[in-house]
């Protein structure tokens, strides 16, 4: 007969196995940062403690442009197995970080980083938009349940050197 540890102990490691499955199944088309750096926030005996995570994100068609995304993370053990619904807040700075060039024509709006925040449910986007008359590049970031989008967002924008043209798609 199997103790109480041993069935729970069972029935997690069954659970981390479905959401490795459903995580690698739904991250063809996401980008996923690179980790700069976290804080704690508040400590969590079994699984790892809640904490904000910083990322950068390099635009794939902009080169020379980065953008670092700070959100929440729930700790713990579905933090940890990644189960935990994480809080639908991002912040966004977007900036130059080298020469800027663009080598193929931007789309007016385009969602250029997706990456999974919960196991079914929640989306990290940003969306690249072109403002053109200012010749500068704008950045939103914002989180969508599968049901019901989130309100909360963040916006960052880079300006583009008139010397260099942000070349559109007709």
Known sequence: MKSVKQVATSALLALAAATAWVGAAGTAQAASGEKIGTVDTAFQWIGRDHDIIVEAYDDPAVQGVTCYVSRARVGGIKGTLGLAEDRAEASIACRQVGPIHVPAPLKQQEEVFSER???????????????????????????????????????????????????LRK
């Open 117 to 167: 925040m919960s196991i079914l449910f929640k989306r990290l986007r940003i969306v690249r938009m072109v403002d053109a008359p200012r010749n500068t590049l704008v950045y939103l970031t914002y989180s969508e349940k599968l049901i019901d989008g989130s309100p909360q967002n963040s916006v960052t924008a880079v300006p583009v050197d008139r010397a260099t043209a942000i070349p």
